[in-house]
């Protein structure tokens, strides 16, 4: 106001200036307001408003020759609501960590750094190597909207004006289950006080905000709450669900002797062992061969440990990432007894993730050699209830982006649609690290204070674990299954693991054009190699046998259809 050359009568007036609003005026008129009371001075009158009243006025004067028509109602303006984890999101949880009533405002610099870990999208890097917008464009949309402020010349600094605390709160209410209320606190105490005390991890505050809602929900309904509580696990107050099936008790309630013997104690639930909250930690374990370059082998750890995550280094069987629960040693002992199965006594239990890690470079050379569908078919067979697949950017030429942009495309959806496999893409390897000491918290967070059923290594076998773990899932969906590291490591053993099934389809999928898909459908109608060897063999001169698998899956679904030309191929290299 002080570098504005124009004169103002009436405080409405300051609107036109950059980071007033009509709320702010409205404050600044009713202070002025009590000045010219206390004073004796006349209140200004507020000339705009006048002119409006005076041609509101007139046009109410003016008769009109049509009928009359019934007056719209004019729309509210719908609340700005930016989408989770995006740009505009994560700009304004960063700035809301500013004190209000202060002066203080951030560079973009700091800005982005504060920002970045609630945002999907890179600030720095664009997500399409072959555009250059990234996640700071939303700034723009943030100003146009009033809700960020700028002050300092040549140097920006970012601050959030009145409407963007309005929607800072909002959004916090969300995040936490709360009703949203409806305008900002009355005091200035009052807005430090919700705006301090917002989470610093995103992911914990969403969590804890969805099981709160959904118990809630869930408790509403009459007729199932005896049922629905049961199966409900809320992360903040660390409940285990009873073992046989009764309501979850909360950690801090006190339990029955036997309840707590029971608890503190590896015990039998019909063929598994259950491990207690407290008995075990969740870690992160990273593949030895998961490295930065051939002289910087140590960046994806030292970096996780900046971010409070000491992970665990070993060669893995299958991906390049997954979580164990570390059998503390107190309990070791106890495990091993109750596990006799295990030569090794290993005190690792696999859980139910696990991801596989790819720059983009690499993806094209995967797929372009078969590996992709091969590893693909390994995870789907580990029998890991969650599986993500993390694609990590890199530029490409444009000549390769081109040749292979509809292969990746088709492989990512592929993925999402036929495997049921969760696709994350993060723009660089720091965005990665990021996200696995997020997820790796949030695991902690989840499992640490559930029981953890684990299957004796005397039960597994390569032919029976897939439905072993089906019937347990099925029989207790909200309970945890794990296995020993050791087990998981022999059950995913390239050679030890092969089936004749598993040998057959991967000899077909050495053929160029035989995706997966198409190669089970083969194999269903000629189930082993001497069958499709036979079949050739009773089929009557060269274009028979040339045509034979075309004219049985010729019809099929597109992914699954066998044209006369791959047809062809097949019955050279096996006819």
């Known amino acids: ?50 002119q409006k009243r005076s041609q509101a006025e007139a046009d109410v004067d003016t008769p009109d020759d049509d009928d009359e028509q019934p007056v719209k109602k004019a729309k509210k303006p ?9 740009g505009a999101y994560a700009l304004i949880k960063a700035l809301s960590t500013l004190d209000q009533e202060g002066c203080h405002a951030l560079s973009k610099n700091d800005l982005i750094e504060l920002a970045q870990p609630f945002c999907d999208s890179s600030f720095t890097a664009p997500s399409d190597p072959t555009k250059f917008f990234t996640a700071w464009n939303s700034m723009r949309t943030l100003e146009n909207k009033e809700l960020v402020c ?49 989470p610093a991890a995103g992911v914990r505050a969403q969590n804890e905000g969805n099981d709160r809602a959904s118990m809630a929900q869930r408790r509403s309904i009459p007729g199932q709450a005896s049922i629905e509580t049961s199966e409900i696990i809320e992360l903040s107050s660390s409940p285990g669900p009873d073992p046989e099936g009764g309501t979850v008790k909360q950690r801090s309630m006190p339990l029955p002797s036997e ?33 930065r370059t051939t002289t910087d082998r140590d960046y994806i750890s030292g970096e996780l440990k900046k971010q409070g995550i000491v992970p ?28 006799p199965g295990d030569e090794e006594g290993n005190t690792d239990i696999v859980l139910e993730h696990i991801m596989e890690r790819k720059r983009l470079d690499d993806l094209v050379g995967s797929i372009k050699d078969g590996r992709f569908h091969e590893q693909k078919f390994r995870l789907h067979k580990s029998g890991m209830r969650n599986v993500t697949y993390l694609i990590e950017d890199y530029s490409l030429s444009a000549e390769r982006s081109e040749k292979y942009g509809e292969a990746l495309e088709s492989a990512v959806t592929s993925m999402q649609v036929v ?28 499992y640490e204070s559930q029981e953890i059923s684990v299957m ?48 057959y389809l991967k000899m077909l999928m050495c053929i160029r054009g035989v995706t997966g898909e198409k190669a089970i459908e083969i194999q269903k109608i000629w189930p082993t190699p001497r069958a499709l060897v036979e079949a050739f063999e009773a089929q009557d001169g060269p274009k028979a046998k040339e045509s034979m698998i075309s004219d049985r899956l010729g019809g099929a679904i597109p992914r699954k259809k066998v044209g006369k030309a791959l047809s062809t191929k097949i019955a050279e290299i096996w006819a």
Not at 7 to 14: I, L, M, R
Not at 419 to 426: P, Y
Request: net charge positive; glycine share 4%.
């Open 150 to 198: 700028t002050k300092g010349h040549p140097t920006k600094r970012y601050y959030l004006s009145d409407e963007g605390w309005e929607v800072a709160l909002r959004m916090k209410a969300t995040e936490e289950g709360r009703d949203v209320v409806k305008g900002r606190p009355t005091s200035g105490a009052d807005r430090r006080r919700a705006s301090s005390d917002w």
């Open 456 to 503: 004796p290594s005397a039960h597994l076998e390569v032919d029976t674990m897939l439905s072993l773990l089906d019937n347990f899932r099925k029989r207790w969906p909200t309970r945890v299954c794990g296995i020993t590291f050791s087990a998981f490591s022999s059950l995913c053993d390239k050679s030890e693991s092969m089936t004749l099934r598993d040998v």
């Open 312 to 339: 665990i280094i070993k060669s893995l069987p299958l991906g390049d990432v997954l979580w164990i629960a570390q059998i503390k040693t107190s309990h070791a002992d106890r495990l091993r007894t109750a596990n």
């Open 419 to 446: 495997n049921d496999i969760f696709v994350k893409q993060t723009s660089k390897l720091d965005d990665t690290i990021r996200y696995l000491a997020r997820m790796t918290e949030t695991l902690q967070e989840r």
């Open 259 to 291: 309840a707590c013997r029971a608890r503190n104690e590896i015990r039998q639930l019909g063929d598994m062992i259950v491990l207690p909250p407290g008995s075990f930690d969740v870690r992160l374990v990273l593949d030895s061969r998961e490295i």
């Open 78 to 86: 719908q609340l700005y609501v930016p989408k989770l984890r995006s």
């Open 1 to 50: 106001m002080k570098v504005c050359p124009l004169k103002f009568d009436h405080p409405s007036e300051a609107q036109q200036l950059n980071g007033l609003g009509p709320k702010l005026c409205d404050r600044l008129a009713k202070k002025l307001k009590e000045y010219c009371a206390a004073h004796g001075l006349p209140f200004p009158v507020n000339r705009h408003n006048n």
